[in-house]
């Protein structure tokens, strides 16, 4: 079974700028899970997705928002993007049933903001 | 606030010897995972212990639950540099998000 797919693996954009993150999970998988994880911060949830709905919500700015469409992917995007925002931008999916709790991560989208 | 606390931070030791990892809560989880990750790379799971007072055992790696489900240990026999990682544990409460440990970072050399 293939595993969670990120796509890009690494992007470079301007303070200001836009960026969109891609998420293929695990087939069968309906929930999604997006992560930041910094050095100082560690790993730091921002929103969890399930069959196209958020269920659960980080402490993030507006500026990060996402979606998720019928076949499960998800997509990340963040606006506006700052200098504080260079991280590795973290995809899990998981079965998302009641006790399911195991989450399967991407590789991970490296973002840097110049 | 952070629910998970992890110790120690940082653990540098050489091949053969043994290591505990300590995760701590004062929340109440229905189960806690493990992983490990390794650089520029998405963290791999590696256990999830459910009951309280649990053991699991992966190979060199030992897993335990708390009787109040509230921590966890990680315990490895003999490290080698292969294990060398990030590890990270993870509470989950019915559908609130998982919360991850601080993490400790492992360096075992040869």
């Known amino acids: 079974k293939a595993g969670v797919t990120q796509t890009p693996r690494y992007l470079i954009k301007t303070r200001g700028q836009q960026v969109t993150l891609s998420c293929s999970p695990i087939?069968?998988?309906?929930?999604v899970s997006w992560y930041q994880q910094t050095p100082g911060q560690g790993l730091q949830f921002l929103f969890e997705y399930f069959s196209e709905t958020q269920r659960n919500k980080g402490n993030f700015p507006g500026r990060f928002s996402g979606r998720q469409f019928s076949n499960s992917r998800s997509e990340m995007n963040v606006s506006t993007l700052e200098l504080g925002d260079s991280a590795l931008y973290l995809c899990a999916s998981s079965l998302g049933t009641i006790g399911s709790h195991e989450q399967y991560f991407g590789p991970g989208t490296r973002l840097t903001v110049t | 606030t952070q629910l998970l606390e992890q110790s120690p931070q940082f653990l540098s030791i050489q091949e053969g010897e043994n290591l505990t990892v300590y995760c701590n809560s004062s929340s109440v989880f229905s189960s806690l995972q493990w992983y490990r990750q390794e650089p520029g790379e998405g963290p791999v799971l590696l256990v999830t212990?459910?009951?309280?007072?649990e053991v699991k055992k992966l190979k060199r790696l030992t897993f335990q639950f708390g009787d109040a489900r509230k921590d966890s240990s990680l315990h490895i026999t003999a490290a080698q540099p292969g294990d060398t990682g990030l590890y990270l544990c993870a509470g989950a409460r019915s559908f609130q998000k998982l919360v991850f440990g601080t993490g400790t970072r492992l360096l075992v050399s040869p």
């Open positions: 087939s069968g998988h309906r929930s």
């Open positions: 212990v459910v009951t309280g007072g």
